[in-house]
DNA sequence: TATAAACCTATCAAGTCAATAGGTTTATAG
DNA sequence: CTATAAACCTATTGACTTGATAGGTTTATA
């Protein structure tokens, strides 16, 4: 299950993707609007950050802001950005080490398929696409 | 992701399908085939004879047994038997509490959506299904 | 130059996960 | 009849995760 860190994550985006491009939003004004705590957020937007999904501005005048367009975002990587995890089974995942009993598993294709069938759900909705109210998907 | 809890329980169901119908096998037997601790598997086959899906006889000479054919179950009632989530956001569990945000809410409309295609897709491949080596899925 | 912001490190309580331990009850095989 | 083998029951554990809090340092600008 997605956790309150890839919600926030989306919260976060979606408040972003709503601001003019070029300005900084600073965090005290996302977390105050979203009402999450501004220090639980802050771990979250730091690894947006690191992923470059947004950038940071030090010192006064300045927050975050998107580094793409909104609609160049999935919420797939959003998601991956802050450890959710979209794979079924802890087999699947990219760092996982091959498994002996593979050849023998009469469910690896079955999670192999929902795990594709789950990559192109969420890596094919947009930030772009969330944000609009009535979706025709 | 489905933790061991659930795919153990797979396991083990696909090994009972794999029995003749009427005879009781015992934990001992399906744990040491499959490689599980006994009293782990028991915490998770508890869940499953709570549920109906198995039947348990007691004594010696006992075991456990599916309580229908391996066609009539389902991946998905397996799986939500021993407690997996489906779900994709707490807030689509059947035991969540209306979120007073849901109107402003712009990702409820993805989870829904995804929750529904994860339902479709579990409860669309029998037990049966999986213990076939083609799959013509 | 005071201030406001990002950025950094550490800690915490509660909960979950996977497993272990040591029993009691029940039915049958011999 | 009785030893045995099995299900069934209750409690506990260590490691890890989650969601959050606390208290700083650094940096840029109004």
């Given at each position: 299950m997605i956790s309150t860190r890839g919600r926030y994550a989306l919260r976060l985006m979606t408040e972003l993707a709503g601001q003019e491009p070029e300005i900084y939003t600073p965090l005290k004004d996302i977390s105050k609007r979203q009402q999450i705590s501004e220090k639980y957020m802050e771990i979250i937007i730091k690894e947006l950050v690191k992923n470059k999904l947004i950038q940071g501005l030090r010192g006064k005048g300045g927050g975050y802001r998107l580094t793409?367009?909104?609609?160049?975002?999935s919420v797939g990587e959003i998601l991956e950005a802050v450890?959710?995890?979209?794979?079924?089974?802890?087999?699947?995942?990219?760092?996982a080490e091959s498994c002996d009993r593979e050849d023998a598993c009469p469910t690896i294709r079955m999670w192999k398929e929902f795990n594709q069938m789950s990559h192109d759900f969420f890596y094919g909705i947009s930030l772009n696409e969330l944000t609009q109210k009535t979706v025709s998907r």
């Open positions: 793409r367009s909104p609609s160049d975002y450890g959710e995890q979209l794979a079924p089974v802890a087999c699947l995942l990219p760092e």
